[in-house]
Structure formats: structure tokens, C-alpha cells
């Protein structure tokens, strides 16, 4: 069944060829990379959270609905190590949605884009018999620091992630913190790939295998598994399965020729060719299939 | 019933006297426009087409749907006057949509882009069990013209459409073209307020007397009436109703002190005070009332 990524490839098979000089990075990556006039490179991205798919309206506030549509696109800043500047945002509104509940919505998403001091500066509202849908575009600024696409990783780099994995689904979906400062850090440092954790690693590690042409080996003890995935009462699927494809954890995964194991858990390296494994304990290889989540069309 | 502008105007509130060094137009004009490295200005904004309310899936093509979005964003673009410079954009995708269908709404958009030289550089997709959403957001550059907002209308300007109004629900609403270049023109030349005529001239020009501080009287006899209004059935409405009201003209509305004539239609005179009216043949004086769209939450 032709999903959500086979629209992508196709969409950055219509740019083949065509990233020139405005455009530096086009569809494909996190966020797309702009040069403007002067110095600072003009990052962008898009992204939407939807009613039953991404929130629950009749479970979640209006303010952490609102919340959690900036801090996913401010952990696409983080994943492109860019600062972010400043944000627009669409609300198409159940009819009969209060003006009270339209202002939830805005003060959650300008609550958490002023925590990185990135306002709202405009927008469009629209009432509809649809359901909840809210869009959020970021703007961010390279400010000295070259964005970090998830095409450089090399055989060889260590593989990193920034927090323990998995259960996101028991609210911290809702409630993450962007990893703006600690994506500049690093990239300071020097990584050569980064991505940010919310398809689930088994799915975003592979986009950055697929787009730097390398494969990579995970080793299953070094994936750190966050303390929600023993509250998940699911006796079919592993811990270490649900670390691997849950998604949501908005977590950086991230590679580089050195050591930055202070500022995340090394869990494998990239190799040569294109698979990607996945190695037990026991030293058993086995693939790591994508098992995080994918829209199908 | 609070509404739309309603909520937009709380919105101008919260930033009443923030904008400052980076946001130089905050929100409440087309689109918000910020200082970015270098000479050029940075002028952004997003608009939304949801079905049911701007289009119907059952009855136009994803390719024009597609096209209409991006068409919204630049027409949004000629408001300001700004160079279109690159776009991002999202599509909320019923479950069951092909690939197909996916792949039109793209190139409505690219297709109506790049006639703009202003390409589709990033994205979100999803799916899900609601209706179709399309939103667009658009990157602008100022490329050697200050961008004009609605707030600087004078009295004495005089007040010019650059089309005849009104019936674009026959279909114009779908198919119209963004007045880009024309918008620069004028705006070379000198204008003092512009706005494009989504909301209806009765609503739009309103936004520009509200932000510009004046009122305005125009004339019936002059305002230019569309040939799709004749093809309306309509017993209730007269054809000037129509073209004061109907929206989704898409044309600009423009103030000057100049006589741009051969660039537009005069069809009145900015006033000082606050009020809106309409000079009929007999020389009766009727309040503008806000007759345009306006969604109601």
C-alpha cells in the first residue's frame, strides 16, 4: 500500500537535480534550507497535528494541543541545529468551538515558541464541520552554525541518541522539551547527521541511512528504554520493541566521527552498504525492519 | 457572535507594542513582515483551503485545489506587495486518498508556484478520517520595495479595485491569477494601503479604514460590477450587493494619493473619521455594512 514516504520519494524525485543556489537543501530533509539575502541562511519547515491522529481534543487541553504543535516543529529546529526565529500557524476549528478555546490554542502554541523566543507572527483561522486541525510553520536562522542534514553520516561514526525511548504514547507526546540547545552544542562540536525521534528509530534512523548511502548496526543492550515502557501493559511486544518503533519521543538520533557520549548514549555505527541491524546479546544479527509509524494514503 | 476577526483582533492585542526590531508588521495585515539578515525583509504568511468551505472535493479537480492554495498565498503576496520567494505546505489527506490524488494537490501547487517563480520546498502529510486540508504558507522577499500594509491610507487618497467584483463562486474563486506584478508596479509608483479581496470589498476595505485610522465613502456608479454576477440568479440580491459583498474576488484594493486610473478603477475617496459609506446615483448616503465572509466560531 503506497504510504506517507513513497509520497515523499516522489516528491524528492520531482526536485532531483533542481537544489540550486536559493535552494541549499530541498523536500527530503527535516526542514527545507533557504539562502536569503546576507549571511543567515533562512531554515523552514511545516507541520500539522490533526484530531485522533496526533491529539485527542476530547482528552488534551487546548493549551497542550496548541504546545505540542510548536515544540514539534521546534524539534525540527533542533534536528537541523538552527535557531529558531519566528512561526505562523492555521486553526481550522470545529463550528462551534468557543473564542475562548481559539485563544487556549494560541497561547499554547506562543507560551512554548516564547520559551525559545520564536512569536507567532501571524496566522489564519477558519471555522469548518470538520475536526481540529492545526498547522505550525517555523522559521529558523543558521546563525554561525552550517544545518546539520541527515545526509553526512560516513561508515564509521558512532551512533547517538539523547534520551531513553519508547511509551511516549503515555503523554509525553504532549509534553517534551525541544532539544534546541543541546542540537546546537553538539553540532558545534562537529556531528556529520542528525535527525529528530518522532517516526520511531527504526524509521528515522533508516531516512538517515537512506540519505547519506550507508548502512548502520544498533546494539540492542546500548538502546536506553524509558521507565514508560514498563507502565505499558503490553505482554506481544518488548520493551526494546517498543524503544525501537513507538515514536514521539522527539529525542535527537545523531552521528559522528567523535565522541560525544557526555551528550547522548552511543548505541552502534554506521558501516558501509545499506542494511541496517540490529545486534543482540547474544551476538545474534538480526534487520531492523521499520516498525514505527508511517500515514498510509 | 464572536467570530474570526473577533479572535484576530485579541491576537493584534497580545502584541500591541511588541513588535519591534525583528517583526516589523506583527499580525493583523496580509502577512507579517521581519527583519532578516541583510537588505531584503522577510514577509511570511499562511492560508488554509479546508473542503466544504473554500473548495468541494466532489466537485473540483486536486489539481485545482491544489492550484487554488498556492493562488490565495500569492494573491496574499501581491497584498503587499513582496516578491513570492518560496513556499511550504501540508495536506490533511482523508484515509483511501490515492497516491495519485496526492500527487495532484503537489502539482497544483508546484505548477501555480513556480508560474511565480516560487517553488514548494517543504512539507507535511498526513492521513486521517476527516475531510481534506490544504494549507500553504509563503516566504516573500521585499527585493527593493518597502512592503505595503492597510495602515497607511490618508484621507483625501483616492480608492481603486483593479477588477470587476463580485459571482466568483461560478468558479473564478477556483481559477482567478495573483496580481503580483501588477502590485509591484503600483507600489513602485506609490500607494499608501493595499489588501487583497478575499473577504469581500465591504469587509476588506473595512480592514484598511480600521487600520489606517479613516473612513472612506464610495460610489455605486463606479464600482465595476463582474459579468458573472448577471449569471447569478438572484432576487433577493442586487448586482452592486454582489460586488461588495460576494468575495473571493481576489483583485487588489489599493489607496493613493496618485491617480493610478490606467492601473485601476477609482471607485471612491478615503475620508477622515471612521465611517464607511456608500454614495448611491441619487446622491443617498448608506452605511458599508460588513457583508463579506467571515467565519463564526
Not at 97 to 108: I, P, Q, V
Not at 271 to 293: C, I, S, W, Y
Request: net charge negative; charged share 20%; with cysteine.
Amino acid at each position: 500500500m503506497p504510504g506517507e514516504f513513497d509520497f515523499i520519494r516522489w516528491i524528492m524525485s520531482q526536485w532531483r537535480g533542481r537544489a540550486g543556489e536559493r535552494v541549499i537543501v530541498p523536500p527530503g530533509d527535516d526542514l527545507a534550507v533557504l539562502k536569503w539575502s546576507g549571511d543567515d541562511l533562512l531554515i523552514v519547515g511545516v507541520d500539522q497535528v490533526l484530531d485522533g491522529v496526533h491529539f485527542d481534543s476530547a482528552v488534551h487541553s487546548p493549551r497542550d494541543i496548541g504546545r505540542k504543535v510548536m515544540n514539534r516543529n521546534l524539534s525540527d529546529c533542533a534536528a537541523m541545529a538552527c535557531l529558531p526565529a519566528a512561526a505562523v500557524a492555521t486553526a481550522a476549528l470545529p463550528k462551534g468551538a468557543s473564542l475562548d478555546y481559539a485563544k487556549e490554542l494560541y497561547l499554547g502554541m506562543s507560551d512554548a515558541g516564547n520559551a525559545f523566543d520564536c512569536p507567532v507572527v501571524g496566522g489564519d483561522t477558519a471555522s469548518w464541520d470538520g475536526k481540529l486541525v492545526l498547522t505550525l510553520t517555523i522559521l529558523g536562522r543558521s546563525a554561525g552554525i552550517q544545518p546539520v542534514t541527515r545526509a553526512g553520516a560516513k561508515a564509521g561514526d558512532a551512533i547517538f541518541v539523547t534520551g531513553p525511548l519508547g511509551g511516549s504514547i503515555l503523554g509525553r507526546h504532549m509534553t517534551f522539551t525541544p532539544r534546541v540547545a543541546l542540537a546546537r552544542e553538539i553540532a558545534t562540536i562537529g556531528i556529520s547527521a542528525m535527525i529528530d525521534l518522532s517516526d520511531g528509530l527504526s524509521r528515522d534512523l533508516r531516512h538517515i541511512c537512506e540519505q547519506s548511502g550507508v548502512g548502520a548496526i544498533i546494539e540492542a543492550s546500548r538502546i536506553p528504554i524509558h521507565a514508560d515502557v514498563s507502565r505499558l501493559a503490553t505482554t506481544s511486544t518488548t520493551p526494546l520493541e517498543h524503544a525501537l518503533h513507538d515514536g514521539e519521543d522527539y529525542e535527537l538520533c545523531f552521528t559522528s566521527a567523535l565522541d560525544h557520549s557526555t551528550r547522548g548514549t552511543p548505541i552502534g555505527t554506521i558501516t558501509a552498504g545499506d542494511k541496517l541491524l540490529v545486534k543482540h546479546a547474544d551476538n545474534r544479527l538480526e534487520e531492523l525492519k521499520p516498525g514505527g509509524f508511517e500515514h498510509s494514503l
